[in-house]
């Protein structure tokens, strides 16, 4: 299971959102996933990480509505 499927069935407004935008949505959450890595694998600690983490579930919780 891809990033993809993962927002598809996991974010809690999807259902809300345009394909293009939930599809952008899912490219964002997979660019945060591949950015941890990469901080992951030079170094960054687990606090920093986590600091991360934290600012990317914001996203999730408050999303920016789509305009009606």
């Not at 949505?25 to 991360?52: H, M, P, W």
């Amino acid at each position: 299971m891809g990033v993809e499927d993962v927002v598809g069935t996991q974010c809690p407004y999807a259902e809300e959102l345009p394909a293009e935008r939930l599809d952008g949505t899912a490219r964002y959450y997979a660019t945060v996933v591949q950015g941890l890595s990469i901080q992951a694998r030079d170094g960054a600690t687990r606090d920093e990480l986590e600091a991360v983490i934290g600012c990317a579930m914001q996203s999730w919780a408050y999303p920016a509505r789509p305009e009606r």
